[in-house]
């Protein structure tokens, strides 16, 4: 698929800021300059091209569900049987070989902590590999959406508000949402006859939950590798614990650093604290902006690794609600 300007545009501009309308499609069209109709065929050619995974929205890790990223080193001639086992393990919802002797990475988010371990369990039991959990400590960045021209660095990401109470059907809600909006006119509406509410209650509560910062964003979800940022790098630090934010705050202002974390180190196997991801275009721009980044974020003496991502074996929606999903 030939993609226009106003393709990019719709890309670059709409990651985070799907309006919170009846008619959201109507509005991007009229900034834009064109029609609610040829925005959702825009939509539809985008997502069928794989340019776009979905439009919807991404729960904050550890808020509605529990996450974890983990890892196995398999060796190299069992990488496609583990890999297969891991990527059909209910919760996996992202899987990739990365170039580093812990060669196989996963998130798998679930309902409770218990329904994550549960699944590590099975990683582990099955493939009969030692399994990784560096659960995540403290977010600086995790919502992914970034300039696809490059020219901007990432906005901080809404704090949680937990005086906000989370609601009973706010679980389903964001599975629905997790999964992708349907491309038509009044897509509030229409999730609001699957999951038996009406367009207004459903919008009120996606509101709430945006400001509240448990939904992330809402907008469009790029697939970068389609799009030419093939060259992506987790970049992992040995960080001591009291400068952690420091350098984690730092590291989000480095044009090119697209996500960043704290997890939690697995003694005597990972001690890697600090965690930032650079989507790049070539291998030697995204180097180029890690060592940027090493610079600005004062990082240069400390122990780090890059590791490449050189597969992705899955990508979807993360499990929130185990009962709306089934």
């Known amino acids: 698929m030939e993609l226009d300007n106003l ?19 109507r509005i991007i069209g009229e900034t834009l300059n064109t ?22 929205a991404t729960c904050r890790p550890n808020t509605l569900a529990a996450s974890t990223l983990a890892a196995v080193a398999a060796p ?19 899987s990739y070989q990365r170039e580093n002797e812990w060669n196989i990475w996963f998130v798998a988010t679930g ?13 582990a039991r099955k493939t009969g590999l030692k399994v990784l959990d560096l659960r995540l400590v403290r977010p600086f960045n995790v919502d992914l959406g970034f300039a696809l021209d490059g020219t901007s660095t990432m906005p901080p990401p809404v704090p949680v508000d937990e005086t906000v109470p989370l609601e009973e059907g706010d679980r389903a809600l964001m599975q629905a949402l997790s999964e992708g909006m349907a491309l038509v006119t009044r897509p509030f509406a229409a999730l609001g006859e699957q999951l038996g509410r009406s367009e207004g209650d459903i919008l009120d509560r996606v509101r709430a939950l945006a400001q509240s910062g448990v939904l ?26 009291d400068e952690i934010e420091e350098k984690g705050r730092a590291l989000t202002q480095v044009q090119g650093v697209t996500l960043c974390y704290e997890r939690r180190p697995a003694p005597g196997d990972w001690p890697y604290t600090l965690y930032c991801m650079i989507h790049g275009r070539s291998r030697s721009e995204a180097l180029d902006v890690l060592s940027l980044a090493r610079v600005r974020a004062q990082l240069t003496g400390y122990d780090y690794k ?17 009962t709306e999903r089934a």
Do not use: Y
């Open 76 to 94: 190299p001639e069992r990488i496609e049987e583990v890999a297969a086992i891991i990527t059909g393990i209910e919760g996996v919802n992202h």
């Open 7 to 25: 393709d990019w545009r719709l890309m670059n501009d709409w990651q985070r800021a799907l309006p919170l309308v009846p008619h959201p499609f």
């Open 111 to 123: 309902p409770t902590r218990d329904f994550v371990d549960a699944a590590l369990d099975e990683v």
């Open 216 to 241: 992330s964003r809402i907008g469009l979800i790029v697939r970068h590798r389609p799009l030419g940022w093939r060259s992506n790098a987790m970049c992992v630090f040995d960080v001591p614990a």
């Open 35 to 56: 029609t609610e109709e040829d925005i959702l065929l825009r939509l539809k050619s985008l997502l069928a091209s794989g340019s776009i995974s979905r439009v919807g």
């Open 306 to 322: 890059v590791l490449f991502s050189t597969r992705c074996f899955k990508q979807t929606g993360a499990l929130i609600d185990k």
